[in-house]
């Protein structure tokens, strides 16, 4: 393509450990290999900002700052300026001088936009192609964050749901391209407009690094080395869907398998662990292990991984992890979500408690079920979702070069 791009990031996409940092991190080194790209974006601890260098050797030019601003604060300046609490929080002075300045002094032929809260950074009078990935609809996960909450807590979720609604809506209108992480959030975002055939929205699909997540190289962990079996759950512990899914598991799932198996194990493993998942450590066979340097070895070691969100938005890639790692898998439909695997051959679906404790207990009877179950699981990741694959129509997309009905088609 002609010209140089503008990538913004709500968060550093270094390092690629977590999910939304794993899909920004390969979009940027995919981008990156088009045309030089300015990044703008934030970081949030100290192991973000230590990653600067990282950033620095892929970019041509960039702004890192550190997200820093209470959430307190960022809700209060909300209700003053009428605004999602999402946009205030991710909101930066020094980041809006960074894309003015860049726009002016570089050929910006493109924006590509990572996440709704980083669309307030787009100015409204630039003329070259303009890319949004919002991920998943974050609108409906406030709505569905309302539903089950009263009081005042219910009431923010309320308002931050009508006030996304609207931004997603201007987003998709501002861009050349809207992107979502399934065909199903592609769907309900369109669901939620007012004018969905006026946007341009179609799904890019998570990918995996399928030589990363190999079980061949992979070694066990000798935590899980004693009388099983072991499930495992893997995420970001502050995140109130995987805080749920913990609770679920430990509270409602275990107690049926260990009727069955005494000695069933649930571990939980990642980052930040809540007050409420440190709770469930030694109830129900359950351990909480935090934040891990390798979360390979956990999987690696498991005779399932279990993912019973309720709650999901977009593609998990914990639930394409544990599959490339040949890993039996066995998920609620809301963590299938946009992963197109054929459900009792490639992972297990349950649709209730009982169904997922069944799934548990007949792969608990059966080393060739569960091997069989995991080497499936490997074979469609390699085959359908490594990032090469995902991404093949990025370049097109940038670039300008697919109609807008070869886009409404593709979603």
């Known amino acids: 393509m002609n010209g140089e791009i503008l990538f913004l ?179 309900l975002l369109k669901s939620r407009m007012s004018q969905p055939a006026a946007a341009n929205i179609r799904a890019m699909g998570n990918g995996i690094d399928a030589d990363f997540f190999d079980p061949a190289t992979t070694p066990e962990h000798p935590g899980l080395s004693s009388s099983g079996p072991h499930f495992v759950f893997t995420g970001q512990m502050d995140y109130a869907p995987n805080v749920s899914a913990c609770q679920r598991a430990t509270n409602a799932l275990m107690p049926k398998v260990r009727e069955q198996y005494p000695n069933a194990q649930f571990q939980i493993v990642g980052r930040a662990p809540s007050d409420a998942v440190q709770a469930l450590d030694g109830v129900n066979g359950t351990r909480v292990w935090g934040e891990v340097p390798d979360v390979r070895p956990f999987l690696k070691s498991a005779d399932a991984v279990l993912a019973p969100l309720t709650i999901a938005r977009g593609v998990q890639n914990k639930v394409l992890e544990a599959m490339a790692l040949a890993k039996p898998v066995v998920l609620s439909p809301e963590a299938a979500t946009g992963i197109d695997a054929s459900n009792g051959t490639e992972f297990l679906i349950g649709k209730d408690d009982a169904a997922l404790i069944e799934h548990l207990n007949r792969l608990c009877a059966s080393d060739d079920n569960r091997m069989i179950l995991g080497n499936a699981a490997r074979d469609y990741v390699v085959r359908e979702k490594s990032w090469p694959a995902v991404l093949k129509d990025l370049q097109d997309l940038i670039a300008g070069n697919l109609s807008a009905s070869e886009t409404r088609h593709a979603a």
């Open 9 to 187: 990031a709500h968060r550093i996409p270094f390092p690629p450990d977590r999910g939304d940092k794993i899909r920004s991190h390969h979009y940027l080194r995919a981008l990156a290999r088009i045309a030089p790209v300015h990044v703008a974006c934030l970081g949030e601890t100290d192991g973000d900002m230590v990653q600067e260098g990282e950033l620095a050797e892929l970019s041509a030019s960039h702004c890192l700052v550190h997200r820093s601003k209470p959430l307190p604060l960022a809700g209060v300046e909300a209700l003053t300026k009428r605004k999602p609490v999402s946009l205030t929080a991710f909101h930066s002075n020094a980041i809006e001088r960074f894309v003015a300045d860049t726009i002016a002094k570089r050929p910006i032929a493109a924006i590509f936009v990572f996440s709704g809260q980083m669309g307030q950074y787009v100015p409204w009078d630039f003329k070259g192609r303009v890319v949004i990935d919002l991920c998943d609809v974050d609108s409906a996960k406030f709505e569905a964050y309302a539903e089950t909450k009263g009081g005042p807590r219910g009431w923010i979720d309320a308002r931050e749901e009508r006030l996304l609604r609207v931004e997603e809506e201007r987003l998709a209108h501002r861009a050349d391209h809207c992107l979502l992480i399934s065909d199903a959030e592609a769907q």
